[in-house]
């Protein structure tokens, strides 16, 4: 277990939906990423948040957001599904300073399949 | 933009037999270099890092050096196991500063040992 949960583990659902994906990072993890794995694209970076204020913005669709809440868990909505959406998503966390800031660690990851 | 190249798989060897996986990057900089380890329905775990030139990374007889001259971070063990089956990616954090560590990652090796 690394400490990194994610929720749901399986979803399915139909084109044109919204679903929503739920994080809670690390104990004493400030920072929560959201990375997206699919067959062709790999592993893309979509968004990072610190401390509840987004940080970095990768290749996220503008059907997607996300947010962290005071407690530091963290929500991807992804909205207007289409087929292309079905993937592996993964929730990362990270400390705040330090050397162990340097290391990213990772949920178990979301699956998503769109019908 | 940071980038990761990492040899296409899929690696299918003996076990006992003597592994590389080559990763190359482009970045600005002094990077942090990574391996993580997916196994089968998984999320990506921490195999090694290495945040300086000429640094070695090793876990689990699992070895990687920081090559500056050629922007590489091959990943080396002297012999697999059947247990080491399993997706592999090369990943760099380029260390501008701030407290963004997004990981730039290659597409990812999948490794098959055979008894």
């Known amino acids: 277990d690394s400490g990194v949960t994610q929720t749901p583990k399986h979803l399915i659902t139909a084109t044109g939906q919204r679903v929503t994906l739920r994080c809670s990072p690390r104990s004493g993890d400030l920072s929560v990423y959201w990375y997206q794995q699919s067959l062709d694209q790999g592993l893309q970076f979509l968004i990072q948040y610190y401390n509840g204020e987004e940080r970095a913005k990768g290749n996220i669709l503008e059907r997607f957001s996300a947010q962290q809440f005071p407690d530091l868990h963290s929500e991807l909505n992804l909205s207007s599904l289409e087929l292309g959406d079905s993937a592996l998503y993964f929730c990362?966390?990270?400390?705040?300073?330090?050397?162990?800031?340097?290391?990213?660690?990772f949920g178990a990851g979301s699956r998503l399949t769109v019908l | 933009g940071n980038s990761v190249t990492q040899m296409e798989g899929p690696v299918t060897l003996s076990e006992e037999a003597f592994l590389t996986i080559n990763c190359t990057y482009t970045?600005?900089?002094?990077?942090?270099l990574f391996w993580y380890v997916q196994y089968p329905g998984e999320g990506l775990q921490l195999l090694l890092k290495a945040t300086k030139a000429d640094d070695k990374g090793s876990n689990k007889g699992f070895e990687a050096t920081y090559r500056k001259e050629t922007t590489s971070f091959h990943l080396e063990k002297g012999s697999v196991q059947v247990s080491d089956s399993a997706v592999y990616f090369c990943a760099l954090r380029s260390n501008s500063g701030g407290s963004n560590y997004k990981l730039t990652f290659g597409k990812g090796t999948l490794l098959t040992v055979n008894p």
């Open positions: 970045a600005t900089g002094y990077p942090s």
């Open positions: 990362a966390s990270s400390a705040s300073a330090g050397s162990g800031a340097n290391v990213l660690t």
